[in-house]
């Protein structure tokens, strides 16, 4: 093997995408068997169930999602009733979204599944342990952002 060689399960990105995506299979069995609401939806859902008002562009921003996926997301979402749009007074041309009545009650019902399912993944860590997960993740993120 030689120093050019990647070993993907010791490469970080990959380690971290990998383990994304296991947990985000593990959510998305939650919400999309129960609420038919896609993976991509439910992270809309969630910036959208925080910060109501919220343009397009601020949500892709939110979920570091590509703006194309968000924009679909939305699309469904307004179609199935669970996101209203309305228009900023003082820019007509800039969307502003929220969640609708229904788009509220579904947030509130998968919420505690979502919160259940962290608990559950962070109980193979100690306190301490996902204490330091957080100042970990928290420094990492801040980093790449500057990169």
Excluded: C
């Excluded at 439910?42 to 925080?50: N, T």
């Excluded at 009650?105 to 399912?117: D, G, M, R």
């Amino acid at each position: 093997m030689s120093k050019s060689d990647l070993l993907l399960e010791e490469f970080l990105p990959y380690r971290l995408s990998y383990l994304s995506n296991i947990m985000g299979q593990g959510l998305a069995q939650l919400y999309t068997n129960k609420f038919g609401i896609a993976h991509t939806e439910w992270r809309v859902m969630a910036v959208l169930g925080i910060s109501s008002g919220l343009s397009a562009a601020l949500v892709a921003d939110k979920t570091a999602m590509d703006k194309v996926a968000v924009s679909r997301a939305i699309n469904n979402m307004i179609d199935s009733g669970l996101i209203s749009r309305s228009f900023a007074d003082d820019d007509k041309r800039r969307s502003e979204l929220s969640l609708s009545a229904l788009g509220k009650q579904t947030y509130e019902k998968i919420v505690p599944l979502v919160q259940a399912y962290e608990k559950d993944v962070l109980g193979a860590l100690s306190d301490k342990e996902q204490k330091e997960l957080d100042a970990l993740l928290s420094k990492l993120t801040d980093y790449a952002k500057e990169l």
